[in-house]
């Protein structure tokens, strides 16, 4: 597998710092108010904003440390900005919308949560039913089932705690010494991760099954630091409010799987959900999310399982129509983004938000 023309989807990178030395200089100089009215006049757009956990980082935190969208206080602060200075939405609202019901309000926003992780229970839900703010929480189902850690977790989980000097993973092509150093194991699982990306499902699951087996540690119970929901807690959040969408079964890249199992995915997911939910969910996020997590084979099986709408995680702002209400932008969170470039990013997002770099595959 050449690197040589390779660039890793996400999000951090040197343009991220650039972007929020401005955000500093442009609320310092009043500027985020001004733009915020101007734009909200000049487009009538969605932001859509994406997290994946809220809690504090402890300095042993042995998972993907980059999941963490923010701390609870910065959650508070960001959401009580979102409630006073724009419309917060559902995705009930973007669906009527789209169907020809009544337009979303100018400065809209909806704030989305990936994957299932329980602090979104603990500490997410508290502070948005506290602020008024709905949320739409894309769970996979198969983990809320089971318990069990994430797959692409427990991957980062074994780097960052295994024995030895030395990582060898050769399906990747990696050879590196492994250092002891935490925060250094942190960002080489970041790499791991990028790289396995590139495979398809099955190779994917090879390379975590074998990891597992050199580490003598196979993924078979729960882990205080890793835990999903529970489908009791997600009822509680639908009562609070909240809306509960699907993000697969077992958080496999869409479009990585052969037809069949990709149909059973979907399918699954929403049957799960209608099931314990007692309704079909309407919404979907791809998981990974990038333009090679999702194509025009998944976009045929959300749409064949009731799903009316489905968001991507590539950087940027949609405005919801017929040809895009599969394939919707968002605005990713993450916990390196503090208060201001927050108002700077939700003010405007073409100017402060995190750029996507995409994942290219050599030909």
């Known amino acids: 597998m050449s690197r040589d023309s390779v660039v890793v989807y996400g999000h951090r990178s040197a343009a991220g710092s650039r ?12 500027m985020l108010p001004i733009m915020r009215t101007v734009r909200g006049l000049l487009r009538r757009d969605l ?17 993907d440390s980059a999941l963490v969208s923010a701390t609870p206080e910065g959650f508070r602060a960001q959401m009580r900005h979102v409630g006073e200075r724009f419309h917060p939405v559902t995705c009930r609202e973007v669906v009527d919308a789209l169907d020809g019901g009544a337009a979303l309000p100018r400065n809209a926003v909806l704030v989305t949560f990936d994957d299932g992780y329980d602090d979104n229970h603990a500490v997410a839900f508290p502070i948005l039913r506290d602020l008024g703010v709905p949320a739409t929480f894309f769970v996979s189902t198969g983990h809320i089932d089971s318990g069990m850690p994430y797959a692409y977790d427990w991957l980062a989980h074994l780097i960052v705690t295994m024995a030895g000097t030395r990582l060898h993973i050769p399906e990747l092509e990696i050879d590196l010494p492994l250092p002891a150093d935490h925060a250094a194991r942190q960002a080489i699982t970041g790499m791991v991760l990028d790289r396995l990306k590139y495979l398809d499902d099955a190779g994917q699951q090879a390379v975590i099954d074998a990891l597992q087996s050199r580490c003598g540690r196979p993924r078979r119970a729960a882990h205080a630091d890793c835990r999903p929901m529970t489908w009791a807690q997600l009822r509680e959040m639908r009562d609070g409010g909240m809306e509960i969408g699907g993000h697969g079964v077992h958080h496999r890249m869409l479009a990585k799987l052969p037809d069949e199992a990709l149909a059973a995915e979907v399918a699954e997911c929403q049957a799960r959900l209608t099931a314990e939910l007692g309704t079909p969910a309407i919404a979907l996020s791809y998981p990974v ?42 605005v ?15 003010a405007a997002p073409e100017v ?3 750029a996507s770099t995409l994942r290219v595959y050599p030909s």
């Not at 990713?332 to 939700?346: C, K, L, N, S």
């Open 19 to 30: 972007r929020h030395r401005l955000a500093q200089r442009a609320h310092a100089w009043g």
């Open 47 to 63: 932001r859509v904003l994406a997290y994946h956990r809220v809690r504090e980082i402890p300095a042993d935190f042995a998972f």
């Open 289 to 330: 999310g990038g333009p090679d997590a999702y194509d025009a084979r998944v976009i045929e099986a959300v749409r064949a399982q009731g799903f009316r709408v489905a968001f991507s995680y590539v950087s940027g702002v949609s405005t919801p129509d017929q040809d895009n209400r599969y394939h919707l932008l968002r």
């Open 332 to 346: 990713p969170v993450e916990a390196d983004v503090d208060e201001r470039w927050f108002q700077g990013i939700v």
């Open 352 to 354: 402060f938000s995190h």
